[in-house]
């Protein structure tokens, strides 16, 4: 955003096994059955839980602000980092250096992914991994404030560079 590389030599890891399948949003394909035919649209008993891996499918290809890599690769995301109870998901994420300037991007990044992907029936909660930032509560309160999230949304200049990060990592310009 202003030049400046928080982290110039990040560690790059590889994928995970189960990262190497494609979930429905990066091959196109609708991840929810509204967009298919169904029967009875007024059941709402048969709502399908969602797990570990399925949100981590849609978080792991984020690009990370700074590099070209995916938050995957750079392990700031891990599928042991999101916990799933009734309708609230909590990703928590770790920055490459304590004193990353991008955390908050990153974590808007999450946050914006899993609202445009996510029924809205899920609460999201995205929180940075205590003890890897030393600005964590402040980071914390930014990322879960909805002021604060719909402000940032609002800003022409944030919301190109967060389109950016949303493209799968990789195939930025």
């Given at each position: 955003?202003?030049?400046?590389?928080?982290?110039?030599?990040?560690?790059?890891?590889?994928?995970?096994?189960?990262?190497?399948?494609?979930?429905?949003?990066?091959?196109?394909?609708?991840l929810w059955?509204?967009?298919?035919?169904?029967?009875?649209?007024?059941?709402?008993?048969?709502?399908?839980?969602?797990?570990?891996?399925?949100?981590?499918?849609?978080?792991?290809?984020?690009?990370?602000?700074?590099?070209?890599?995916?938050?995957?690769e750079l392990?700031?995301?891990?599928?042991?980092?999101?916990?799933?109870?009734?309708?609230?998901?909590?990703?928590?994420?770790?920055?490459?250096?304590?004193?990353?300037?991008?955390?908050?991007?990153?974590?808007?990044?999450?946050?914006?992914?899993?609202?445009?992907?996510?029924?809205?029936?899920?609460?999201?909660?995205?929180?940075?991994?205590?003890?890897?930032?030393?600005?964590?509560?402040?980071?914390?309160?930014?990322?879960?404030?909805?002021?604060?999230?719909?402000?940032?949304?609002?800003?022409?200049?944030?919301?190109?560079?967060?389109?950016?990060?949303?493209?799968?990592?990789?195939?930025?310009?």
């Amino acid at each position: 955003m202003n030049g400046e590389v928080f982290n110039a030599n990040p560690t790059i890891y590889t994928k995970s096994k189960r990262s190497l399948r494609k979930s429905p949003f990066e091959s196109g394909q609708s991840l929810w059955i509204d967009d298919v035919e169904q029967e009875d649209s007024n059941d709402t008993s048969n709502v399908e839980p969602i797990d570990q891996d399925e949100v981590f499918d849609l978080i792991r290809s984020i690009a990370d602000p700074e590099h070209p890599n995916s938050l995957e690769e750079l392990r700031v995301v891990s599928a042991e980092q999101i916990d799933i109870g009734n309708n609230l998901i909590t990703v928590e994420f770790t920055p490459t250096v304590p004193h990353c300037g991008m955390s908050t991007l990153i974590g808007l990044s999450i946050r914006v992914r899993l609202m445009r992907c996510l029924p809205p029936r899920f609460k999201v909660d995205i929180r940075v991994k205590p003890g890897s930032h030393q600005s964590e509560l402040a980071v914390n309160k930014q990322l879960n404030d909805k002021e604060r999230v719909a402000a940032a949304l609002e800003n022409q200049a944030l919301l190109e560079t967060l389109e950016k990060c949303l493209a799968p990592a990789g195939s930025q310009e």
